[in-house]
């Protein structure tokens, strides 16, 4: 045990990239998916690998692809409403398929602990038509990372690595293997693969869609997809993947009786399900996540003389995250509670903005620059900002996806709403913010951007931002803004009313302006 | 051997550092272990905990069933709150008697202490005290792990060489502290357990160890307090509550409870 690493989920695909002999890794930050990038920038120069944070998740993806296109081998990760912005690239990489092995890492958020969906990645992959691995443990996150690279090479077709946030952010020893060179360059010959022009993106689709019984193929042979016959005649059978393996098994003492079946790599084993599926009367899934492999199985017509038990029966909660207790309850051993709180009724403790935090005092200069108007909207973004929706600020009333408050303010002002306010972080902006902008510019909306510039990724660990300091004035005037209407403000307490007026001022001119807030936060102060 | 740790806490208050001394521990004992986290907007101030799992076989999940723990350990008394069905049936709670109140709605602390000491498997420990004596403010978490590894499965030799290189960039000044709270928290929770297994009682023994100097702890003195303790508690809370301040844990104030 002692030669092993100690490594989070996250960080065992990183090493495991790094073995397998990477060139290039990129990603824009997203709990729970940031570790992974982290640990690979930390140790780029060991590994002469170029890493670095990208503007989003769509432009990480295509300079990952872009590795693989020059032949070597490449990572991207992201969290999965990441990859809904990613999702252009990603569809048509699938038609592309890939050269240099390339791994399409995501990690989805059950319980949303930090996110604003709880999607699964695992409808993707099949979407797109490309193989998806789903490691249970460190050691199999480490394993499936080298088989993964494996698999996209011998494919052509890039593979997505599922996480969710219980293994991203869990941590336990890793044994590892020895590290692989990294690829040559070895571009893709000119012709029609990667330039999907109708023609040949019909013959690449052609080629994916042969492919698919490979990958067919491929799973029901794959080690990970295990079918363990009962030990004890049972009228059910367990179907189970991914993170909820461990429930399954923690809950029946690591010595299941009833027969299962263990998915961890996709398309769906058919010939394993129908296995297991006719050996028994009852089958009961337990999938994290939407009810992915239960869906596929209870299909319109349901599988005959079968019952089927999950999620969308009621039988397992539809949303939220499993846990041990959830899945024994499912199995019929209710866990046995000892204590419970004496402290009645216990308050919450939810998330707040820190002590200090520069985005406080930009929004209380913004509530009190709005309180003349009898309906002010103010629509917001993801970020620490987003807190601001909490008393006692109530100052933000949306946040949707990144960039959106840029868009929704454009169009809530077009719609006729006024005043409209947008605010935002510096890094939500270069993300998606910047297009929004562009937009708006066109039609000189009627509407103020604040952008609350603290110099760096805050709610995710305080990563590099690009846009900036003067660099973000820049961008601002670059896109059109008319420079009388950028104003800069220092979000401290003793420029309140000089904060309020300049807010003001902007609310009343009648067209777009841009209030830049910028104060560092109160976390890279703490780190310097 | 399974040892299940519930580490609870506020954001920011280092949960994350012991963990980390935990899962180190854990690798230089050979025991196989899991340890999940909570990171993202949690971290921003909201409550926070890990789950962390210790066996000499392999661990299946990351998450401890409910109702199994061995120990919920605190960096905050009022968080202790939220995971209590964790607790086994003879689960133990070790936690810093210190508040930390964000929140417009935090009960009184006399209720947040008083219905911890009334739970009875719980120890409580002023971290905050223990870290300031060896001018240490930051160090509470580590007052934490010195006064729960007495009911650990480690003890506090296995925690020295992980602090030092934790530190290590932050120079031997900051080592030395870090040990000292270590070693002056430890002592503190040896004795609060010697004597709860004695079966005094527990808002007796809370009370006792809050006038007891840091670093004044005498383990062999310990039963003789117990024995004290549980000969004369009404006398023991008088002369207690008569005590100004904080006095060294010597035979002295032994005579002064027994007198």
């Not at chain 1, 992974?36 to 769509?58: G, M, Q, T």
């Not at chain 1, 690449?204 to 990970?224: C, F, G, I, N, V």
């Not at chain 1, 909820?244 to 299962?260: H, I, S």
């Not at chain 2, 290590?168 to 004795?191: M, P, Q, R, T, W």
Request: aromatic residues 6%.
């Amino acid at each position: 045990m002692n030669d092993q690493m100690l490594l989070l989920g996250d960080e065992a695909v990183a090493l495991a990239a790094l073995h397998a002999g990477i060139s290039g890794a990129y990603a824009y930050p997203g709990t729970p998916s940031t570790e992974l990038f982290e640990f690979i920038d930390s140790r780029k120069e060991e590994y002469s690998v170029h890493a670095r944070w990208s503007a989003n998740e769509k432009v990480a993806y295509e300079e990952a692809l872009g590795v693989s296109y020059a032949g070597k081998r490449s990572i991207v990760s992201m969290k999965h409403v990441g990859l809904n912005v990613a999702a252009d690239p990603f569809m048509n990489s699938g038609v592309t398929g890939v050269n240099g092995g390339m791994v399409v890492f995501v990690a989805d958020d059950p319980g949303m602990h930090s996110s604003q969906n709880e999607q699964d990645s695992r409808y993707l992959a099949s979407f797109c038509l490309i193989p998806c691995l789903e490691p249970a443990n460190q050691q199999e996150a480490y394993d499936m990372t080298h088989q993964a690279f494996e698999m996209s090479e011998e494919l052509g077709l890039p593979v997505m690595l599922r996480f969710v946030t219980r293994l991203a952010h869990s941590r336990s020893g890793v044994s590892v293997e020895e590290r692989k060179p990294q690829r040559p360059l070895n571009k893709v010959p000119r012709g029609g693969q990667f330039t999907l022009l109708p023609s040949n993106a019909r013959v690449q689709y052609e080629k994916l869609t042969e492919k698919q019984p490979d990958l067919l193929a491929l799973s029901e042979s794959s080690q990970y997809n295990e079918l363990v016959a009962g030990t004890a005649r049972s009228a059910t059978g367990v179907i189970t993947s991914g993170i909820a393996y461990n429930y399954f098994m923690e809950a029946v003492g690591g010595r299941p009786r009833m027969p299962y079946l263990r998915i961890s790599q996709y398309p769906i084993p058919i010939s394993k399900v129908r296995q297991l599926v006719e050996s028994v009367s009852e089958v009961l899934i337990i999938e994290e996540g939407y009810p992915f492999v239960e869906q596929a199985l209870r299909g319109i017509v349901g599988v005959h003389g079968r019952k089927i038990r999950g999620k969308l029966d009621g039988f397992l909660p539809r949303t939220g995250e499993l846990d041990p207790a959830i899945v024994a309850n499912a199995l019929g051993s209710q866990p046995e509670v000892s204590w419970k709180p004496t402290i009645d009724p216990l308050p919450n403790r939810p998330p707040a903005l820190c002590p200090g935090c520069p985005h406080t005092d930009t929004f209380k200069a913004l509530n009190d620059a709005l309180s003349g108007y009898d309906q002010p909207t103010v629509t917001s973004d993801i970020g620490c900002y987003t807190l601001g929706f909490y008393p006692p600020l109530e100052a933000i009333e949306t946040c949707v996806d990144m960039g959106a408050s840029i868009s929704m303010a454009s169009g809530a002002s077009n719609a006729g709403l006024f005043p409209v306010v947008c605010a935002l972080g510096d890094s939500t902006f270069a993300h998606s913010g910047m297009t929004g902008l562009l937009t708006a510019v066109q039609d000189d909306d009627n509407m103020v951007v604040i952008i609350m510039d603290n110099g760096t990724v805050a709610m995710t660990g305080t990563q590099q931002t690009m846009a900036t300091g003067g660099r973000l004035e820049e961008i601002v005037k670059g896109l059109g803004v008319h420079p009388d209407h950028i104003r800069v403000i220092n979000p401290l307490s003793k420029h309140h009313e000089e904060n309020v007026k300049v807010i003001k001022e902007e609310v009343e001119h009648r067209g777009l302006s841009v209030v830049i807030s910028r104060r560092p936060c109160i976390q890279i102060r703490k780190q310097a | 051997m399974k040892y299940d740790i519930v580490l609870a806490g506020v954001g920011g208050q280092g949960i994350l550092t012991i963990a980390y001394l935990l899962d180190n521990a854990a690798v230089k004992q050979g025991l196989r272990f899991k340890q999940s986290e909570v990171h993202g907007m949690a971290q921003r101030g909201g409550a926070v905990y890990s789950h962390m799992r210790l066996s000499d076989e392999t661990v299946i999940s990351d998450l401890i069933p409910q109702g199994q723990a061995d120990m919920i350990l605190g960096v905050e008394p009022l968080e202790i709150q939220r995971y209590l069905h964790y607790l086994g049936p003879e689960g133990v709670v070790v936690t810093n008697n210190q508040p930390f109140v964000n929140i417009p709605n935090y009960p009184p602390e006399e209720e947040v202490i008083g219905a911890l000491l009334r739970l009875g498997n719980t120890a409580l420990i002023d971290a905050k005290r223990i870290a300031q004596a060896s001018k240490s403010p930051r160090s509470q978490n580590v007052a934490m792990i010195g006064a729960a590894t007495p009911f650990l499965p480690f003890e506090v030799k296995d925690f020295e060489p992980i602090i030092r290189e934790v530190f290590a960039a932050k120079g031997d000044s900051v080592i030395s502290a870090n040990l000292e709270v270590l070693s002056n928290s430890y002592h503190e929770g040896l004795f609060y357990k010697t004597l709860r297994e004695m079966d005094v009682p527990n808002e007796l023994v809370y009370g006792l160890v809050g006038k007891i100097e840091v670093g004044t702890f005498e383990p062999n003195l310990a039963k003789a307090f117990g024995e004290t303790l549980i000969g004369a508690p009404d006398k023991c809370r008088e002369v207690l509550s008569s005590i100004d301040g904080e006095i060294p844990g010597d035979r002295s104030l032994l005579d002064k409870l027994s007198a």
